[in-house]
Structures are given as C-alpha cells and as structure tokens.
C-alpha cells in the first residue's frame, strides 16, 4: 500500500507493484487539485503528487477566481488539499523523475506508482530578464499580468520595461488602469507601428537601457537607466519568457506545436494515450481559474475514457462467463 498521511507534509510512498491507480495527478495546483477533486468525488483511485513550487508563490494574493478574489495563493492551496484529502485523495509530496509507458510513475527516492491514466499539471517558471533588482521584486511591485495585479495598483505611476516583444501589448493594455505610464524599449527594438500605437495610447516613451530598480524602505521607487537618469516609478510591469515544466510530457513522446508547447485537445489529451496535460505546462496564458476549469474538463475526459475501457473488460468477462456454463 502507499504510506501517507493526508496532509500537506505526507511523507514520500513506499512502492507497492500489486496497487494501480487510476489516476496518478502530477502537479498540484490549481489545475491538478480541481481535476483531483472530481475525479475524487467519482469515486475514482487517485494520488495528487505535489513538488511544491507552484508558478505564483511570489505573489500575496490571487485575484479574478469568483468567490476567492484577493486570497493569498497559500492559502488557496491549501483549501484544495483540504477538499480532495476529504475524498480520500492522498497528496504526496516529491518529484516526479520519470514516466513510463504503462504507467509507471517513479519518483525521487525510489517509489514507483502504477496508473491507468496520467495527468500532468506541473506548470512553467517565469524566465526574468537579467535586470538587477527584477527578481527580488518579483510578485510584489515588479509585475506581469495586468488582470491579476494591475487594479491594486491603479491610477498610479507606472513602468513598462521593453525587455520581451509582448511588451507593448501589455504597454496598451495597462492604459486601462491608469494615465502615467512611461514604456523603457530598454533592448526591444520598436517598429514605426509600435511607437504609433504607444504614443497614441499616451504612453511616455524614454530611450536608454535599464541599470537597476531603485528601492528604498523595501519599495520600488524608480528605474535607473545607464546615463543615471532615474525614472521615479510605483510599480514596475515585464513579460517574463514562460518556460513550461513539460520534461515528463517531452520523454513520453507527446506532440509540441511550433512554439514548442506541447499540444492537447479541448479537453487535455495529449497525442499520447492515457497522458492529459492542462494548466500552465500547455497553456502560459491561463490564470488560475481557467487553469482550474480546465483541470475539471480534464477530468470528466478521463474519467470518460476509464469508464469506457471498464465498460469493455466488463462485456468481455461476461461473454467469457457466459461461454463457460455452456
């Protein structure tokens, strides 16, 4: 049997190669803990293993998720643990190193489960750019979603550092939110379009690269450029690189579009049989409730999918019932 206590600290499981799950969830965030918790209430065989490194741990609150606006991601989490440990949904914490075909889930320390269908949620890490002072900032007033984070900071004087070409798109989207916003193109080279629609947007354009943020009381107070120029700034916004955590799903040979993001249908299913994908890992731009939502569709796929395969043992055990009293 797999050992562990249902909590968040639950221990690594020892390998029992007798017991197979019919779901093992990797990752468990929001898209993992949501397709959890129906896959649970279906009375489905499932363990949820969680890394703990979840994409917005630097950020105090989750914002646009009906009903939970403002918690702090912990917190969410740890709700969503909470509710599928109620339907006898273990959560184990570890690595996954390695999937095989089968499906052997192994993890590190040596413990291997065996599962009809997977389901990979693991995720991205936010690549920043090399900007000193960026990543102490990060999730606190060194931004990136404008849905998520730029009403807290709204009618205030605001940045937008040119370091990914979805910076101007956020640049024009920002406007929204307040009408003192300055655009560093830093290293991003502007088309003649770019600078139409920013200047008509009445966004301030200043020429330069960046130096450094400037913080002092644990505050972003500005953003030096390299002539020393200092532009006095509340908050600063960038378009980090996503970098998905999709090693699991590379290995077991699922298919990646030309952006290199591994591809599902509406439901998840990867072009591998019995491996769903959702969330972050396939998805950069889902915000936590989409991410949630898409874990339940996942959910009901599979669950549909495990129900079909246990609908066909079930036909041919009866007709081989049925031939032996013959």
């Known amino acids: 049997m797999v050992e562990t206590t249902n909590d968040k600290n639950s221990r690594a499981p020892h390998s029992d190669p007798d017991e197979v799950h019919d779901v093992v969830v990797v990752g468990a965030g929001a898209a993992g803990l949501s397709a ?35 918690l702090p991601p912990g917190i969410l989490l740890e709700l969503g643990r909470a509710e599928i440990v109620g339907y006898d949904v273990p959560v184990l914490q570890g690595r996954v190193e390695q999937i095989d075909h089968g499906y052997y889930v192994r993890m590190a320390g040596g413990a291997v489960l065996k599962a ?27 931004l990136h979603c404008p849905y998520c984070h730029a009403h ?21 989207l920002l406007r929204q939110w307040s009408d003192d916003i300055v655009f560093l193109p830093h290293t991003l080279d502007l088309t003649a379009q770019d600078r139409a629609q920013l200047e008509a947007r009445g966004l301030h354009l200043i020429e330069g690269k960046i130096k450094h943020l400037v913080v002092d009381d644990d505050r972003l107070r500005g953003i ?36 290199g993001w591994v591809v599902t249908d509406r439901s998840g299913r990867t072009s591998v049989a019995g491996v769903w994908a959702v969330g ?20 009901f796929a599979i669950n549909t999918d495990l129900l079909d395969e246990d609908v066909d043992r079930a036909v041919e055990q009866h007709r081989q019932a049925a031939a032996a009293v013959r």
């Open 36 to 70: 959890a918790l129906l896959l649970g209430r279906a009375r489905r065989k499932v363990v949820v293993i969680d890394a703990g490194e979840p994409r917005n741990a630097p950020a105090a609150h989750v914002h646009g998720f009906l009903s939970r606006d403002g």
């Open 116 to 142: 009809r269908r997977v389901l990979i949620a693991t995720g991205l890490r936010d690549e920043l750019p090399d900007i000193p002072g960026v990543r102490e900032r990060w999730g606190r007033d060194v």
């Open 152 to 172: 807290e900071v709204r009618d205030q004087p605001l940045v937008v550092l040119g370091t990914h070409p979805g910076a101007v798109h956020q640049a024009l």
């Open 224 to 259: 030096e450029l390299a002539d020393g120029h200092v532009v006095p700034r509340a908050a600063a916004f960038l378009f980090p690189r996503p970098v998905p955590h999709d090693e699991l799903l590379t290995r077991l040979g699922c298919d990646k579009n030309d952006a």
């Open 280 to 299: 972050n890992v396939v998805d950069p731009s889902a915000q936590v409730v989409a991410a949630a939502g898409r874990g339940s569709s996942a959910a």
